[in-house]
Nanobody, 128 residues
């Protein structure tokens, strides 16, 4: 069974940092591009960042550029999202998603619909 599991969320003060992890089971992540998405209450889900099946391509939403860094460790079958200088507006449920490298193009990076597999999400709350 193909499964993605996010972890690393929590409550942090503004300016703080968190590192989210997206671990895969039932398949090897090196054949997939991975995206991170988030959804705040009352808002649509939005793309945050993505990484190609190798690390040759990464993409970021303008709102997180310079603060978030995506990376992957294919040996551990895990993708990470390092989030620094967090702001209250970063508060959301964060999801990771996977799409086969055969289908992935850079154009799809931050778009919800192309991704085939989704995790259940991990909550990030930024508050003083």
């Amino acid at each position: 069974q193909l499964q993605l599991v996010e972890s690393g969320g929590g409550l942090v003060q503004p300016g703080g940092s968190l590192r989210l992890s997206c671990a895969a089971s039932g398949f090897t992540l090196d054949a997939y591009a991975i995206g991170w998405f988030r959804q705040a209450p009352g808002k649509a889900r939005e793309g945050v960042s993505c990484i190609g099946n190798s690390e040759t391509f990464t993409g970021y939403a303008d709102s997180v550029k310079g603060r978030f860094t995506i990376s992957r460790d294919n040996g551990k079958n895990t993708v990470y999202l390092q989030m620094n200088n967090l702001r209250p507006e970063d508060t959301a449920l964060y999801y990771c998603a996977a799409i086969s490298r055969r289908k992935f193009t850079q154009f799809m990076c931050l778009r919800n619909s192309p991704y085939d597999y989704w995790g259940q999400g991990t909550q990030v709350t930024v508050s003083a």
